[in-house]
């Protein structure tokens, strides 16, 4: 069985940084996309990021140039540095991984909140 755990969401002044990590584990043959959503209070979840097995990348717009996601696939990690936050950035953060595995599909971790005060 396949699970992803995250951390490192918190609450911040703006204008600051957080790192949000986002570990698969279990019986993993291999991990193509993996990636960040986000979902803020009474709004639809929305792309933040996404990252190829090869690292390509992509970013929604409100988020270019501030954010960079990165993964470490020899951990199986993805990671999302946040940089110069803003209030508009407080959401629950949700990482998900297209996953190769005895049972494959995408896979969701289990949201880490983001609290960025003015």
């Known amino acids: 069985q396949v699970h992803l755990v995250e951390s490192g969401g918190g609450l911040v002044q703006a204008g600051r940084s957080l790192r949000l990590s986002c570990a698969a584990s279990?019986?993993?043959?291999?991990?193509?996309?993996m990636g960040w959503y986000r979902q803020a209070p009474g709004k639809q979840r929305e792309l933040v990021a996404t990252?190829?097995?090869?690292?390509?990348?992509n970013y929604a717009d409100s988020v270019k140039g501030r954010f960079t996601i990165s993964r470490d696939n020899a951990k199986n990690t993805v990671y999302l540095q946040m940089n110069s936050l803003k209030p508009e950035d407080t959401a629950v953060y949700y990482c998900?991984?297209?996953?190769?595995?005895?049972?494959?599909?995408?896979?969701w971790g289990q949201g880490t909140q983001v609290t960025v005060s003015s």
């Open positions: 990252i190829g097995s090869g690292g390509n990348t």
């Open positions: 279990g019986s993993i043959l291999r991990i193509n996309d």
């Open positions: 998900y991984a297209d996953i190769r595995a005895s049972i494959s599909g995408v896979y």
